[in-house]
């Protein structure tokens, strides 16, 4: 059964911290690229940060590089998001995503169910 379900949201002031945590099961977690995505009220879902099977390429969205950093332990079948300088443009729930790739096309496609984000003083 595949599963990847986040943690580590919750409510934050501007201008602190937090780390989001995203646990694969049920599928080989070093063979995915993976992503965080977020969906603030009322918008589309967006792309925040994507990684590389092996760590070796990361990219992010404008808004949010220099501010987050992704990073996965396929050890742990782990993916993470590290997440300063936090501002209220940031809330939202963020989902972690796992693609697998086959000469440029999208084999599989697998979503968590999102944890909620929520700067606010």
């Known amino acids: 059964q595949v599963q990847l379900v986040e943690s580590g949201g919750g409510l934050v002031q501007p201008g602190g911290s937090l780390t989001l945590s995203c646990a694969a099961s049920g599928f080989t977690f070093s063979w995915y690229a993976v992503s965080w995505y977020r969906q603030a009220p009322g918008k589309e879902r967006e792309l925040v940060a994507s990684?590389?099977?092996?760590?070796?390429?990361?990219n992010y969205a404008d808004s949010v590089r220099g501010r987050f950093t992704i990073s996965r332990d396929n050890a742990k079948n782990t993916l993470f998001l590290q997440m300063n300088s936090l501002e209220p443009e940031d809330t939202a729930v963020y989902y972690c995503?796992?693609?697998?790739?086959?000469?440029?096309?999208?084999?599989?496609?697998?979503w968590g169910k999102g944890t909620l984000v929520t700067v606010s003083s």
């Open positions: 990684i590389s099977t092996d760590n070796g390429d990361t």
């Open positions: 995503n796992a693609q697998l790739m086959n000469f440029g096309i999208k084999v599989m496609d697998y």
